[in-house]
């Protein structure tokens, strides 16, 4: 199993981006590999939970990003996307996507909030 995650890069205070992490190597389709999740790592800092998905769809998202992201699914394409909104510098960090149930992770996509 493999996870691709995409769609950092820089954006201004107040920007959005939306990530998107893939998943091949699977049998069946995302949805056999359960819940999913993104985290985030910042310079200096303990990787934390940003928000996560389960095979349903049901979200829980860490308090600091409540309102602002969004982590959704697409089973059928294998894709999880998460839209972030609002931004501020704070949010700057690696951006990783993580499989819950099988305890696979995705190589990070790069995050920074400047102007």
């Known amino acids: 199993v493999q996870l691709q995650a995409s769609g950092g890069g820089l954006v201004q205070p107040g920007g959005s981006l939306r990530l998107s992490c893939v998943a091949s190597?699977?049998?069946?389709?995302?949805?056999?590999?359960?819940?999913m999740a993104w985290y985030r790592q910042a310079p200096g800092k303990q990787r934390e939970l940003v928000a996560r998905?389960?095979?349903?769809?049901?979200?829980d998202y860490a308090d600091s990003v409540k309102g602002r992201f969004t982590l959704s699914r697409d089973n059928a394409k294998n894709t999880v996307y998460l839209q972030m909104s609002s931004l501020k510098p704070e949010d700057t960090a690696v951006y990783y996507c993580?499989?819950?149930?099988?305890?696979?992770w995705g190589q990070g996509t790069q995050v920074t909030v400047s102007s």
């Open positions: 993580y499989a819950e149930r099988i305890g696979y």
């Open positions: 190597g699977i049998s069946g389709n995302l949805f056999s590999i359960g819940g």
């Open positions: 998905i389960s095979r349903t769809s049901i979200t």
